[in-house]
């Protein structure tokens, strides 16, 4: 059966959308679990783009062995050098370069000629070979370029040692007969096409990024690019796993396979969306919460008859399972770690030990412990914190009633060890917390977003809170996760301030580090 291979860029080209900024620890703990998935390539991230970047791609590429990691490029040797830096210790060093090849970009963005640009794209990939034993090139908008000017270009990129070429669709603009179409046309006209893997790569701007890429593989493409819930700029990139369900799911009619293991696809979907603070639209394909949602009596009568009748994906395919929790506040360490294990997780003794006290904590308060409150104790622990906190929540309380002005009393232990406390007014309980917290940390904040969840099901649910402001005129997005939402919204306000603070930090101290 012909193999497709899946290009990951959830930490890319996911990153680059509005309002998502992960750290090191978060972007590791990602890649680990993309590899789990079994994506063949992971796109880590852009390493000349900042200090940050650097090293996020190249602790990935020193911590993943079973996916190749990738960085990506401009076409510049300063690039290229940084991005081997990061990745030189990997297995099989790869190198993402790109230039843009379509006529609007040429000119408008670039101010290059067409032969420029094909200037730059060989001397690119020829450098970069000289390192690099995989160079993967991309023609950015491919789709809006000129055919013949892309045949010309990849010809001659080639002949320079590129062994993969992506031909993404940046813009979303393509429809899937135009995109198909264009994969024969390439197959049929560029010299030695076979000797390289082929590649595509769909935004969603149109809502057609699965159609187009899974027409790219039917007319051709050896490689699909996407991030896990189709995260990224604008309308997002493909959804990974869209792409992955429909060919294992119709593979009476596709007759091709890739190599992710599909229970792994819940869990990956979840660790995105909780990291990225990018919630899932409830009736997405494949992973939105009522993917598998059976309401109508019809369909519910049909589903008990005959599951076949209207479920055509079963929740277990993507690792969704209801199974029952036999932990509890009685439950012993060794359980506690044997779950660990069976849910994936590759915790040093430490680190149980860790997760078990907070275990216990949680079991004390909460009646039942469900597995997503599970993940949550297990991927904390993942998620080493490589930062000193600056400012750390140590209390809050909140005074409110229908007829009183609710009143918000906290303490923090600021940047400088010193415990503060302050109390403020707001209209309502979140606003007096966010106008005291804004008090103590002495600066201009701004509320961009701020949203609230459960994390699972049941009135004890365990409730996570992300907020996304400015902070002295600089954007920042924090979160956290509570027994109680008023504390989950503190403490994730002072995780996006803190997290604006190191990385001020960083950039005036020229320092190489995580945020
Ligand atoms: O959409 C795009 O063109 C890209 C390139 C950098 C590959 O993300
Ligand atoms: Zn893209």
Partial sequence: MRKIDIFDTTLRDGEQAAGINLNTAEKLEIARQLERLGVTIIEAGFPASSPGDFEAVQQISNTVQDSIVTGLARTVQKDIDT??????????????IFVATSPIHMEYKLKKTPEEVVELAVESVKYAKKKFPLVQWSAEDAFRSDPEFLVRIMNKVIAAGATTINIPDTVGYATPAEYGALFKYLKENVTGIDQIKLSAHCHNDLGMATAN???????????VEGTINGIGERAGNVALEEVAVALYTRNDFYNLETELKLNEIKRTSQLVSRLTGVVIQPNKAVVGKNAFAHESGIHQDGMLKNPETYEIITPELIGETAAPLALGKHSGRHAFKDRAVKMGFDLSDEKINEAFESFKELADRKKEITEDDLFVLFTNQQIESV???????KDVQVQYGTTNIPTATVSVIDPNGEEIRKAETGSGSVEAIFNTLEVLVQGKVHILDYRVSSIGKGRDALGEALVNLSYNGQASTGRDIAQDVLEASAKAYLNAINRQLIRTDLRENNKTASL
């Fill in 213 to 223: 890429t899974i027409a790219a593989i039917e007319n051709g493409a050896d490689q």
């Fill in 387 to 393: 930062d000193t906190p600056v400012y750390e929540l």
């Fill in 83 to 96: 991005t081997w830096e990061a990745i030189k210790r990997a297995e099989q060093p790869h190198i993402h």
